[in-house]
């Protein structure tokens, strides 16, 4: 027996059981049945569920706050950067897993 999955979903995530009956014997007769599981895990690269605009425009010594936030699997690590650095949490700018706030 095989089983074959197309076009494979997150929501095809999860278990499944192969299992063998023998056909002269109720189905319901755990003496008489045999499986084995398997976890399925679906991979799916990152996508953008919301993004900060491209260009923002602020009046000096106002306070900004931008999202980002993504959904995948495994689930992606959102980062701020500016400048190729890392963004760093300090007195004047928070930074969350998903929002970045100056």
């Known amino acids: ?19 063998v009956l023998f056909l002269d014997r109720p189905s319901a007769d755990a003496d008489f049945q045999n499986g084995t599981w398997i ?23 106002e306070a900004l706050s931008l999202t980002c936030t993504a959904v995948g699997n495994p689930q992606p690590v959102v980062i701020w950067k500016r400048s190729d650095l890392a963004v760093q949490s300090g007195d004047a700018v928070q930074v969350s897993t998903a929002m970045l706030s100056v």
Request: net charge negative.
């Open 39 to 61: 976890h399925l895990t679906v991979n799916a690269p990152p996508t953008f569920l919301e993004t900060p605009p491209a260009f923002v425009e602020v009046r000096d010594r």
């Open 1 to 19: 027996a095989s089983l074959r999955i197309d076009l494979l979903r997150a929501e095809d995530q999860g278990w499944y059981e192969c299992r």
